[in-house]
């Protein structure tokens, strides 16, 4: 398959660039770390859109910057969650480090939440451990709890 043009420079830099060795700033800075990102992401969208708005100003519609901005937002989300599908560049090993990164944040914040609080219970049936300890679940769940966040993050500069 091939991979749209909008993957090839997923701009991630604050995701692969995160402090995993801190437990306690690694879980909280985790929100700020993919808010970073996303700003990051939909400011070069905007950027080049600008680009190809003058050169191709004939065949553009308003429209079409923000398909572009929630499609990035989607493989954003598709990153944090750990379902993203897209292989291979010459910019894997970064990849990997994000995909490692995350994982890491997101087995610290699986041991907070299934040890400690009223509904300890509840949530260490709700995150059972994985086989791969890739936490989907509580992935999930925190992208939902904060997709929100993240969308106000892209779009600010668009």
């Known amino acids: 398959a091939c991979a749209p043009y909008r993957r090839l420079s997923l701009c991630n830099k604050n995701m692969v660039k995160m402090d995993t060795n801190n437990d306690s700033k690694a879980k909280h800075d985790l929100l700020l770390d993919v808010c970073h990102a ?9 950027t080049h859109y600008q680009k190809y708005q003058a050169q191709y100003a004939s065949s553009v519609s308003p429209s079409q910057i923000c398909t572009m901005l ?8 598709d990153i944090v969650r750990g379902k ?20 890491t944040i997101f087995g610290k914040i699986h041991s907070d939440v299934t040890k400690s609080g009223n509904n300890k219970d ?10 791969d300890n890739n936490f989907y679940q509580l992935r999930e769940d925190w992208w939902t709890a904060n997709r929100h966040t993240v969308w106000k993050a892209i779009t600010c500069n668009a």
Do not use: C, H, V, W
Not at 70 to 77: E, N, Q, Y
């Open 70 to 77: 929630a499609r990035s937002f989607a493989d954003i989300g």
């Open 122 to 131: 509840a949530l260490q049936e709700r995150y059972k451990d994985e086989p």
């Open 84 to 103: 993203d599908l897209y292989r291979g560049n010459s910019k894997e090993k970064k990849k990997k480090m994000t995909k490692k990164n995350l994982k």
């Open 38 to 46: 996303a700003k990051y992401e939909g400011n070069s969208i905007n």
